[in-house]
């Protein structure tokens, strides 16, 4: 009888453990990812939604086993994953109206609706950086500046927005709420444009005539000149002062480009300040003095935004250097007297992006002899490709490859074979737009389908943020509710700005974090801290990761549940 009495005891109590009522979900075990063949593919990424005030309640149970403890399935994918890190941008040119504003004196209302419908067309193409020009001939696209407003935008130099805005104030807040960083791209050799420009009474022109030359049709800064090199760096300060920038960019011009007939007209400079150097040497020993002053100027101010220079693309050719490249056209060494290898050598900069505007068919300099020489010769900074998406479908009998459609797509397709390459820049904002070709849906669909974060940059912030806490979730009539509280600051002060949020398919699902195809949103804004994945099956378990990013991307911990 006891054996009997015992035996139904036993039974009984086995009954009530599966019958028991669903607890809440827990806060869930955090686990190292574990790298492994992927399983089924992810929808596509939702909108995050904007954090309650309230909590809603759990309405059941999602885990009965700690994380750490589960096994996995083994279950393998048939193509490899896409790039988790690639920098992805535009550049958009300001000058002459290039890109933006599409004309001079455009309405304000217009101008904002523009760069809005740019930069929205940016976040559903897949990019996650734009390259603004906000100063192009000693103007300011920009209130808080020292120099006048430029005429590209109001049509009269000096001429400020009505109603008053401070346009670049506005394109960072649009970048940002996005997901898109926001570089500020500077020219920094010209005080006016044409003979034809508006040029403004306070115009720099007007108060240091000594500090120019005339070139070109073109009012230059003479970059022999101390005074000179320290205003210009100066201005940049300003604006890393004043404005939250993610980056700071130059492009190619430093010493004009050569015109048939003309001199540079710098020897008294020269002879003044030349410390028994060649002209030449002199000429790239004011351009190396200005890109370290440059980068002293931002990282005395911020020290976590970075400093890029797009230059042209051939340093030296190897009839020049035998060390140079296997090409044949003009080189930024003699041409521009820029030694854009030394900067990348010594890490002066933080990114290169050489505009190797070139097809694969260009016999004088084919693309890919070009990119093999940035791959040995990038340095110590990250190496973005410079594309010249304008070039699209206008091929000519010397460079026949722009006529072939699958000339841009090989070029993406080649670059992520290089593991020195880090991402790519498109010329320019226009040509997107304009879609030659089909490339804008050829990223769209293929190369930028899946979300991508900017490549770390570990020498300005090495430190991740602490993953989100309070990890809760609930089955909810729209689909599976994720809810979680802030990250708490890291370390280094940093908190986190934005979160991810990766699913994963199955009983015991293996992590896989280093693949983009498993992530369902981008949760922009550190208070965004509720998603609810409409697009999960109830029928399915899934276990989901939450981890969060800081301003440079540095990736915190996982924070992980099981949904079943």
Same mark, same amino acid.
């Given at each position: 009888?006891?054996?009997?009495?015992?035996?139904?005891?036993?039974?009984?109590?086995?009954?009530?453990?599966?019958?028991?009522?669903?607890?809440?979900?827990?806060?869930?075990?955090?686990?190292?990812?574990?790298?492994?063949?992927?399983?089924?593919?992810?929808?596509?990424?939702?909108?995050?939604?904007?954090?309650?005030?309230?909590?809603?309640?759990?309405?059941?149970?999602?885990?009965?086993?700690?994380?750490?403890?589960?096994?996995?399935?083994?279950?393998?994918?048939?193509?490899?994953?896409?790039?988790?890190?690639?920098?992805?941008?535009?550049?958009?040119?300001?000058?002459?109206?290039?890109?933006?504003?599409?004309?001079?004196?455009?309405?304000?209302?217009?101008?904002?609706?523009?760069?809005?419908?740019?930069?929205?067309?940016?976040?559903?193409?897949?990019?996650?950086?734009?390259?603004?020009?906000?100063?192009?001939?000693?103007?300011?696209?920009?209130?808080?500046?020292?120099?006048?407003?430029?005429?590209?935008?109001?049509?009269?130099?000096?001429?400020?927005?009505?109603?008053?805005?401070? $346009?670049?104030?506005?394109?960072?807040?649009?970048?940002?709420?996005?997901?898109?960083?926001?570089?500020?791209?500077?020219?920094?050799?010209?005080?006016?444009?044409?003979?034809?420009?508006?040029?403004?009474?306070?115009?720099?022109?007007?108060?240091?005539?000594?500090?120019?030359?005339?070139?070109?049709?073109?009012?230059?800064?003479?970059?022999?000149?101390?005074?000179?090199?320290?205003?210009?760096?100066?201005?940049?300060?300003?604006?890393?002062?004043?404005?939250?920038?993610?980056?700071?960019?130059?492009?190619?011009?430093?010493?004009?480009?050569?015109?048939?007939?003309?001199?540079?007209?710098?020897?008294?400079?020269?002879?003044?300040?030349?410390?028994?150097?060649?002209?030449?040497?002199?000429?790239?020993?004011?351009?190396?003095?200005?890109?370290?002053?440059?980068?002293?100027?931002?990282?005395?101010?911020?020290?976590?935004?970075?400093?890029?220079?797009?230059?042209?693309?051939?340093?030296?050719?190897?009839?020049?250097?035998?060390?140079?490249?296997?090409?044949?056209?003009?080189?930024?060494?003699?041409?521009?007297?820029?030694?854009?290898?030394?900067?990348?050598?010594?890490?002066?900069?933080?990114?290169?992006?050489?505009?190797?505007?070139?097809?694969?068919?260009?016999?004088?300099? $084919?693309?890919?002899?070009?990119?093999?020489?940035?791959?040995?010769?990038?340095?110590?900074?990250?190496?973005?490709?410079?594309?010249?998406?304008?070039?699209?479908?206008?091929?000519?009998?010397?460079?026949?490859?722009?006529?072939?459609?699958?000339?841009?797509?090989?070029?993406?397709?080649?670059?992520?074979?290089?593991?020195?390459?880090?991402?790519?820049?498109?010329?320019?904002?226009?040509?997107?737009?304009?879609?030659?070709?089909?490339?804008?849906?050829?990223?769209?669909?293929?190369?930028?389908?899946?979300?991508?974060?900017?490549?770390?940059? $570990?020498?300005?912030?090495?430190?991740?943020?602490?993953?989100?806490?309070?990890?809760?979730?609930?089955?909810?009539?729209?689909?599976?509710?994720?809810?979680?509280?802030?990250?708490?600051?890291?370390?280094?002060?940093?908190?986190?700005?934005?979160?991810?949020?990766?699913?994963?398919?199955?009983?015991?699902?293996?992590?896989?974090?280093?693949?983009?195809?498993?992530?369902?949103?981008?949760?922009?804004?550190?208070?965004?801290?509720?998603?609810?994945?409409?697009?999960?099956?109830?029928?399915?378990?899934?276990?989901?990761?939450?981890?969060?990013?800081?301003?440079?991307?540095?990736?915190?911990?996982?924070?992980?549940?099981?949904?079943?």
């Amino acid at each position: 009888m006891r054996s009997l009495a015992l035996l139904t005891l036993f039974l009984a109590i086995l009954v009530w453990i599966s019958c028991r009522q669903a607890k809440p979900v827990p806060v869930a075990t955090r686990r190292p990812s574990v790298r492994v063949p992927q399983p089924t593919p992810r929808p596509p990424a939702q909108q995050p939604v904007p954090a309650k005030t309230t909590t809603p309640k759990p309405t059941t149970a999602v885990i009965t086993t700690p994380v750490d403890t589960l096994g996995y399935d083994e279950v393998t994918f048939q193509t490899p994953a896409p790039p988790k890190r690639e920098f992805r941008a535009v550049w958009i040119a300001t000058v002459d109206n290039i890109d933006w504003p599409s004309k001079k004196g455009l309405p304000v209302a217009d101008q904002q609706r523009e760069i809005v419908e740019m930069f929205d067309m940016y976040q559903q193409l897949g990019l996650n950086a734009v390259i603004v020009q906000v100063r192009s001939a000693a103007d300011a696209f920009y209130a808080k500046s020292s120099e006048p407003w430029s005429e590209w935008l109001t049509g009269q130099q000096g001429l400020a927005p009505n109603p008053f805005y401070d $346009p670049m104030e506005f394109m960072i807040e649009q970048a940002h709420q996005r997901g898109l960083e926001f570089h500020a791209w500077f020219n920094l050799d010209r005080a006016s444009f044409s003979k034809y420009s508006s040029i403004a009474p306070s115009n720099i022109m007007h108060r240091k005539p000594e500090w120019l030359l005339s070139y070109g049709g073109k009012k230059l800064f003479n970059l022999g000149i101390p005074a000179v090199r320290t205003y210009i760096a100066g201005i940049v300060a300003n604006v890393v002062r004043e404005y939250d920038v993610d980056g700071i960019h130059f492009d190619d011009y430093f010493y004009p480009y050569a015109e048939p007939g003309q001199v540079i007209r710098d020897d008294a400079t020269y002879q003044a300040n030349n410390n028994g150097q060649t002209k030449a040497d002199w000429r790239r020993d004011n351009v190396n003095k200005l890109i370290v002053e440059l980068r002293d100027s931002i990282r005395e101010n911020k020290p976590w935004i970075k400093f890029g220079v797009s230059p042209f693309g051939i340093w030296k050719n190897q009839a020049s250097d035998p060390e140079g490249s296997a090409t044949n056209g003009g080189q930024a060494y003699y041409d521009q007297y820029a030694d854009t290898r030394k900067w990348v050598r010594e890490g002066l900069i933080d990114y290169i992006v050489p505009q190797v505007y070139f097809s694969s068919e260009f016999g004088r300099v $084919p693309y890919k002899t070009l990119v093999d020489w940035w791959c040995r010769n990038a340095g110590k900074v990250h190496l973005y490709i410079g594309h010249g998406a304008y070039r699209v479908g206008r091929g000519s009998e010397r460079d026949p490859g722009w006529w072939r459609p699958t000339e841009f797509p090989n070029q993406f397709r080649y670059n992520r074979q290089q593991k020195a390459v880090q991402g790519s820049v498109l010329f320019s904002a226009k040509n997107l737009k304009l879609n030659p070709l089909a490339i804008r849906d050829s990223l769209q669909t293929n190369f930028y389908r899946h979300l991508a974060l900017v490549p770390p940059m $570990p020498w300005l912030d090495s430190i991740p943020p602490l993953p989100p806490r309070d990890l809760k979730a609930a089955i909810t009539p729209e689909g599976v509710e994720l809810f979680w509280e802030q990250s708490p600051e890291a370390s280094d002060g940093d908190g986190a700005e934005a979160y991810l949020v990766y699913r994963f398919e199955g009983r015991r699902p293996r992590l896989r974090l280093d693949d983009p195809r498993y992530i369902v949103a981008h949760c922009i804004g550190e208070g965004t801290t509720r998603f609810v994945d409409k697009t999960a099956d109830p029928k399915k378990k899934y276990l989901y990761a939450i981890t969060a990013l800081d301003r440079l991307r540095n990736e915190s911990r996982e924070m992980v549940i099981k949904v079943q």
